[in-house]
């Protein structure tokens, strides 16, 4: 379409008046948008009146274009979030820091270590913002602990790993249950010992499903984990959320499989995470578990239980 055939402007931007002013053309006297054709427009409009044969630049007119049509580009990416979302059946759930909080088990090795909790504390931060792994903490204060000894004997440690109902996030339980009433499927996997298959079925979990990392023998951010997850639901990856607090082990995996992602902003992870741009491969970002049943059902088109 050719500028002096037809021109769509708007004067919402203030940048596209002052193109317009460097151009010579001056605005009306009212607000809005409107058609300017062969050197009219409709009365009341606030459109530009181009002086005698001055020609608007190829570029003052893509910029309105771009303008106007930014409403329709953020529609049609709502459109195809909404086209995924309404394709769920099935959300899983990564366990430490998405449902559970784990503050009070690393308390207890911080006591048994011998220190206090905020020294404890400031060094688990420095070691994640290191981008190193969680257990390097240990480094620290114990050098020469044999972690895996200890691990396998925990009571003799003074440091009994358990899940306990104390420790869910106050929103987590609600929000698996709402999940459930609305037909969705429920899964629970995550890098657990198995014994927290059982202590998660104890603290009352609804939950169709429930696995740990050691029970499948397969750890993330292994993508054989999230296929796993596939196969135990039997249902296609574009079928199934995955929810979790981190990028390296929850959410760039499970793109990678197909997996329709839920970042989950909170926690250690969550909010060191929350600031990296790889943060934006997310589907969905939320700060709560509450915004997860009101968010898939507005748009979902799941089969009542």
Not at 76 to 99: H, Q
Not at 220 to 225: A, E, G, I, Q, V
Not at 280 to 301: C, H, T, V, W, Y
Request: proline residues 6%; hydrophobic residues 40%; glycine residues 8%.
């Amino acid at each position: 379409m050719g500028v002096t055939s037809a021109r769509l402007l708007c004067l919402n931007s203030p940048l596209l008046v002052e193109i317009a002013g460097n151009y010579g053309v001056r605005s009306g006297q009212s607000s809005g948008c409107d058609w300017y054709t062969n050197g009219s427009y409709s009365k009341n409009s606030k459109m530009l009146e181009p002086k005698a044969n001055q020609m608007l630049p190829p570029l003052f007119v893509t910029l309105n274009l771009f303008w106007l049509c930014q409403p329709l580009w953020v529609l049609y990416v709502e459109c195809i979030m909404a086209k995924k979302r309404s394709m769920i059946r099935a959300i899983f759930f990564d366990v430490g820091e998405t449902l559970v909080d784990e503050s009070r088990q690393w308390r207890l090795w911080a006591d048994w270590l011998g220190v206090s909790h905020l020294t404890f504390f400031a060094a688990f931060g420095a070691v994640l913002e290191r981008g190193e792994h969680h257990r390097r903490v240990f480094d620290y204060f114990a050098p020469n602990m044999d972690l895996e000894e200890a691990s396998r004997n925990p009571m003799a440690a003074g440091v009994d790993y358990k899940i306990e109902l104390q420790d869910f996030y106050p929103d987590a339980l609600p929000c698996l249950t709402s999940l459930s009433k609305q037909g969705f499927k429920v899964g629970i996997a995550g890098n657990q010992p198995e014994s927290a298959e059982a202590a998660l079925r104890l603290c009352g979990v609804s939950a169709d499903f429930i696995a740990s990392s050691t029970g499948w023998g397969i750890e993330k951010p292994s993508l054989r984990f999230f296929e796993r997850i596939v196969e135990e639901t039997r249902l296609q990856p574009n079928q199934i959320a995955y929810v979790g607090d981190r990028l390296d082990n929850d959410i760039l995996p499970a793109n990678e499989v197909g997996l329709f992602t839920v970042f989950l902003e909170r926690g250690p992870w969550g909010t060191l995470h929350a600031r990296k741009p790889e943060s934006a491969n997310a589907d969905l970002r939320i700060k709560s578990l509450a915004e997860l049943p009101g968010l898939f059902q507005q748009m979902a088109d799941v089969p009542k239980a």
